[in-house]
């Protein structure tokens, strides 16, 4: 570049004795090309900063809409954990309840609801430790299984229902302390009771301490 430039200079020079001929004009033509040369130049220069300043707005337009993607799909993504939808069980957020019998339950009548008044699980507060009865929030299946111990010596039948509608049985008998389980998976609307109640008349006491309990969730 520096030899073009050279051969550029002495082809002016030589241009210029020719036409001018005299030193003092050469001289001034040379600088004249000198300055036009600086004017291109800066041009040039001032060029290449506005690429460099327009190329940097731009990155950084980029990276603040980038930063606004990630912020959005962090916050639908945590929408989408809380959200809640009736009719469905594709989300997170299920009704859950476990608890257990305490206090014995005694002089049980016929039909008579057991309820187990400990709590250690209800998600959703489906389950109502003054009734004993689960009532499920939103439709979905759901799994429900009661253990229910009888006394020494003593029978006791216990059942699973559903809206008072008979579904499964537990039975107990021994000389000593029995336990009677079973479990049963349900499809429920919004609504629904499910309970454990005394069967027939067989036994009129369930035993506590924890060692009668009732469990239910969404699967």
Same mark, same amino acid.
């Given at each position: 570049? /520096?030899?073009?430039?050279?051969?550029?200079?002495?082809?002016?020079?030589?241009?210029?004795?020719?036409? %001018?001929? &005299?030193?003092?004009?050469?001289?001034?033509?040379?600088?004249?090309?000198?300055?036009?040369?600086?004017?291109?130049? =800066?041009? %040039?220069?001032?060029?290449?900063?506005?690429?460099?300043?327009? &190329?940097?707005?731009?990155? /950084?337009?980029?990276?603040?809409?980038?930063?606004?993607?990630? +912020?959005? &799909?962090?916050?639908?993504?945590? #929408?989408?954990?809380?959200?809640?939808?009736?009719?469905?069980?594709?989300? =997170? $957020?299920? !009704?859950?309840?476990? #608890?257990?019998?305490?206090?014995?339950?005694?002089?049980?009548?016929?039909?008579? +609801?057991?309820?187990?008044?400990?709590?250690?699980?209800?998600?959703?507060?489906?389950?109502?430790?003054?009734?004993?009865?689960?009532?499920? !929030?939103?439709?979905?299946? %759901?799994?429900?299984? +009661?253990?229910? /111990?009888?006394?020494?010596? $003593? %029978?006791?039948?216990? $059942?699973?229902?559903?809206?008072?509608?008979?579904?499964?049985?537990?039975?107990? *008998?021994?000389?000593?302390?029995?336990?009677?389980?079973?479990?049963?998976?349900?499809?429920?609307?919004?609504?629904?009771?499910?309970?454990?109640?005394?069967?027939?008349?067989?036994?009129?006491? +369930? *035993?506590?301490?924890?060692?009668? &309990?009732?469990?239910?969730?969404?699967?």
């Amino acid at each position: 570049m /520096m030899a073009n430039f050279t051969v550029h200079v002495l082809g002016c020079l030589m241009l210029t004795y020719l036409c %001018y001929g &005299s030193m003092e004009e050469i001289v001034g033509e040379l600088q004249r090309e000198l300055q036009q040369l600086k004017m291109k130049t =800066a041009h %040039y220069e001032n060029e290449i900063q506005t690429l460099k300043t327009s &190329s940097a707005t731009e990155i /950084m337009l980029l990276k603040e809409e980038i930063s606004a993607l990630k +912020a959005d &799909s962090i916050n639908n993504s945590e #929408a989408l954990k809380r959200r809640f939808v009736l009719g469905t069980n594709s989300f =997170a $957020e299920k !009704p859950a309840f476990s #608890a257990s019998l305490y206090n014995h339950a005694t002089g049980l009548g016929n039909n008579q +609801a057991i309820i187990f008044d400990n709590i250690f699980t209800n998600d959703l507060s489906g389950y109502s430790s003054s009734t004993g009865v689960f009532t499920a !929030p939103i439709n979905g299946t %759901y799994f429900f299984t +009661a253990t229910v /111990m009888s006394h020494t010596g $003593e %029978y006791l039948e216990t $059942e699973i229902c559903l809206n008072g509608v008979s579904l499964v049985h537990m039975y107990s *008998y021994d000389t000593h302390f029995e336990q009677g389980t079973n479990s049963v998976v349900l499809v429920l609307k919004s609504g629904d009771k499910v309970w454990v109640r005394h069967y027939n008349t067989q036994g009129s006491k +369930a *035993y506590g301490y924890h060692w009668s &309990s009732f469990t239910g969730f969404m699967i």
